[in-house]
């Protein structure tokens, strides 16, 4: 065997192996499985546990694919009096590899089953009883060759057995004692499904459980994305006291950025529920039904109906859907969930957060960062933010995230970043370098990263830009204020001609989206310009209804006319001015709102590119519609749109930009 780097498995070492099997068969005069077996457990014998888990990777894969490569040069073979060298060598390597994954892919997964069992101490099997008589089904896994281990914890309501098994071991393969549990009612456990409600008691009755195992050295930490996020969160609003860490990713906040954000309800969520709650696992066929989910949208927004009927158009109960809109405010049942105001001060154990600029759940991860810190100044929790999607820090940093090419720095391993910040809180380990500090941030088109203290000091200073009306030439933004100016925005609910509509899938695009309502074009960059932080902004206006729900997003409009999304904010006016009521608003009369609570920009803007606003109300068929009768929206239906709903936008409504220079 070659020298390899230690923490690296050697170089093809599933040919190697099955190298060695064919002389070692052929020397002993042994089946090819016998061979192949003893060679697979001598070179896995000599691997440690996390070289051993990364050397798995090559010994899965599907053979259909190979067998079609290796067809289709055999098939090319027919039309060529004679192949060259490039051909024959890639005749061979196409009928090599899949010659050795047909001989040994039958005999891998028992192989490593083996394996496994030599390494780590596995149950999973065990059923843990909540202080409330629930059962909680949970997966552990140990090194066999330690005793007293530090515990990482996932809980989380995605009941996914491969799934589960390849988070434990790969925490166990790290020098862990390794749990996964699921919410009540997935997995074994015999109890009705009740996402969210549950899950913070539950979760720190498994890690008290994990604490007091013999294996354990008493300290738990939690990690996970998503909804697994939350659970972290739900956790900490127990206090338990061997929770010592928690790493979050992509974390959702409920009632603050699902079922609804700004207040407003999000139908990317109506087929959740079906897809965590129609079986002890998941419902992949249902939730993955984008034909059915696309043709509710459509139909529902066509119809004119209330959007409390989508299950009835739907065909199909859901009484979750149905709970969530009976709590359209931030009432007591989404606080209920998570820490509240003070209950953040008490949460003294290091955070690390992990959002993109991307990810729909950046306003979640946000917000229990903003929160924890206003209640605890000097909480120990590290945000850190790149060019990412909800679901690449889960799997991975593609090469293109939604569109948009990250910079090569910013395409880390955030699951092996995560697992170094765990070996320094939990381990005493060096802190990675890319954590420098509180806030650290991949300033997108310079190749960098940034490191400061708080989000107020990402900027260095702020940039006003006034959203000015129309005059020759369009919408503007401009440095000086013109309020007595007004842009008039109408827009009549009864118009359902576009109910086919959908989101544009990238963030990269050539047009923009004609729902985004008007465009105020900034004036093209002298030089490169960096954004950095959060915006915000105040927003001067009239309407003849009682309640509008409104979208403003900011773009980079390149200098070759691409727009690239930088951020966007959604909110009911109704509850701008406090999340937990609502309050309508006088129709004629001239209101503000305050743009607070923002996603982050980072992005260096290239000299020549403009700054891009839009503004506009939502009228699309993928979210709830507010047509501003004073009603629960939930209830309205076309019969409460009879007069279009005008805005009158102010020319003293700005924008602040954070600019760091």
Not at 115 to 124: H, L, N, V
Not at 404 to 426: G, K, M
Request: net charge negative; hydrophobic share 40%; glycine share 6%.
């Amino acid at each position: 065997m070659r020298a390899d780097p230690r923490q690296q498995p050697p170089l093809y070492l599933q040919y190697e192996i099955y190298a060695n099997a064919k002389q070692l068969q052929q020397a002993l005069g042994i089946s090819f499985a016998d061979a192949w077996k003893q060679c697979f457990e001598t070179h896995f014998q000599r691997l440690d546990d996390p070289t051993a888990l990364k050397a798995e990777f090559a010994f899965a894969s599907n053979l259909q694919p190979l067998r079609e490569q290796r067809d289709r040069l055999i098939n090319a073979t027919d039309s060529v009096a004679a192949l060259d060298d490039e051909q024959t060598i890639a005749l061979l390597r196409a009928w090599q590899v899949h010659r050795v994954y047909a001989d040994f892919l039958p005999l891998a997964p028992q192989a490593i089953r083996e394996d496994d069992a030599r390494r780590y101490s596995i149950d999973r099997d065990i059923s843990i009883t909540t202080p409330d008589g629930a059962r909680i089904s949970v997966i552990s896994v140990h090194p066999n060759k330690a005793s007293k281990l530090p515990v990482l914890l996932t809980f989380t309501i995605y009941a996914n057995d491969d799934w589960a098994w390849s988070d434990a071991k790969t925490m166990a393969a790290h020098g862990y004692g390794s749990v996964v549990a699921y919410s009540r009612g997935k997995g074994r456990s015999p109890d009705p499904i009740r996402p969210y409600e549950h899950d913070g008691s539950d979760a720190a009755a498994v890690i008290a459980w994990a604490a007091a195992q013999p294996w354990s050295n008493g300290k738990v930490g939690m990690y996970g994305g998503s909804y697994s996020g939350f659970t972290q969160w739900a956790a900490l609003k127990q206090r338990p006291p061997a929770l010592k860490a928690i790493a979050t990713s992509a974390t959702t906040a409920p009632g603050i950025d699902v079922p609804m954000e700004g207040g407003i309800f999000l139908n990317f969520i109506y087929p959740w529920p079906f897809y965590t709650t129609n079986s002890t696992s998941l419902d992949d066929a249902t939730y993955g039904d984008n034909e059915r989910w696309n043709a509710l949208n459509s139909h529902w927004y066509r119809s004119g109906q209330a959007y409390r009927d989508l299950p009835m158009l739907d065909g199909a109960a859901n009484p979750w859907f149905e709970r969530w809109l009976q709590h359209p405010t931030y009432d007591a049942y989404w606080q209920a969930l998570i820490p509240q105001a003070r209950e953040f001060a008490d949460i003294g154990i290091p955070v690390l957060a992990t959002t993109g600029y991307f990810d729909g759940a950046q306003v979640g991860a946000l917000h229990y960062f903003r929160q924890h810190l206003k209640q605890r100044p000097d909480a120990d929790h590290t945000l850190l933010i790149g060019p990412y999607e909800h679901f690449t820090m889960q799997t991975g940093v593609p090469e293109q995230v939604q569109g948009y090419t990250p910079d090569p720095v910013a395409r880390v391993d955030l699951q092996a970043l995560r697992l170094a910040w765990f070996d320094h809180v939990l381990k005493a380990a060096a802190k990675p370098p890319l954590l420098a500090d509180r806030v650290n941030w991949q300033v997108m088109g310079s190749n960098q990263w940034r490191h400061v203290a708080s989000l107020d000091a990402m900027p260095t200073r702020q940039q006003r830009l006034y959203l000015l009306p129309a005059s020759a030439g369009g919408h503007r933004l401009a440095v000086e204020p013109a309020p007595a100016r007004s842009s008039v925005q109408r827009v009549d609910f009864r118009d359902r001609g576009d109910a086919a509509w959908q989101a544009p899938p990238n963030v990269v695009n050539r047009t923009l989206d004609p729902h985004a309502g008007l465009v105020f074009l900034g004036e093209p960059l002298a030089q490169d310009t960096e954004l950095a932080g959060a915006f915000s902004g105040t927003l001067d206006f009239s309407l003849n209804n009682q309640d509008a729900d409104i979208a403003l997003a900011i773009y980079e409009r390149t200098a070759d006319g691409t727009y690239l999304d930088l951020a966007y904010w959604l909110q009911r006016l109704s509850h701008a001015a406090d999340p937990r009521q609502r309050q309508l608003l006088a129709p004629a009369r001239r209101h503000s709102v305050r743009l607070t609570d923002t996603r982050l920009l980072g992005r260096r803007l290239a000299a020549g590119s403009r700054i891009l606003v839009t503004l506009g109300v939502i009228k699309q068929p993928d979210r709830q519609l507010n047509l501003g009768s004073g009603k629960d929206p939930s209830d309205e239906t076309l019969a409460d749109a009879a007069t279009p709903l005008e805005v009158r936008w102010y020319g003293s409504s700005h924008i602040d930009l954070p600019i760091r220079d």
